[in-house]
């Protein structure tokens, strides 16, 4: 069975780190293109950064960029989201995705074909 499992989420002060992670099981992660998304309150789920299969090329929002990270840990089958100096507006229920294919192709929705259950992200003081 196919399944993506976020964790890693919590309550962080402004200016604070979080590291989540997305393990995947029936699969191998090393094969696919994998994307974080998040979903604020009352926003639509955005993509936010995106490593691709082949040489691990990163992609990120640029309202992220400079502060998260994506990496991988083949041992693992282990996705990780690095997140550092978050800011309150980083406030969401955090995705990861799988695109059945070799590179990021971009943050459509449509696009990714299994998700994980989410991990909620609250930055407040």
């Known amino acids: 069975q196919l399944q993506l499992v976020e964790s890693g989420g919590g309550l962080v002060q402004p200016g604070g780190s979080l590291r989540l992670s997305c393990a995947a099981s029936g699969f191998i992660l090393d094969y696919y293109a994998i994307a974080w998304f998040r979903e604020a309150p009352g926003k639509e789920r955005e993509g936010i950064s995106c490593i691709s299969s082949d040489d691990g090329s990163t992609d990120y929002a640029d309202s992220v960029k400079g502060r998260f990270t994506t990496s991988r840990d083949s041992a693992k089958n282990t996705v990780y989201l690095q997140m550092n100096s978050l800011k309150p507006e980083d406030t969401a229920v955090y995705y990861c995705?799988?695109?059945?294919?070799?590179?990021?192709?971009?943050?459509?929705?449509?696009?990714?074909?299994?998700w994980g259950q989410g991990t909620q992200v609250t930055v407040s003081s």
């Open positions: 995705a799988v695109e059945y294919g070799v590179y990021c192709s971009g943050y459509e929705i449509d696009a990714y074909d299994d």
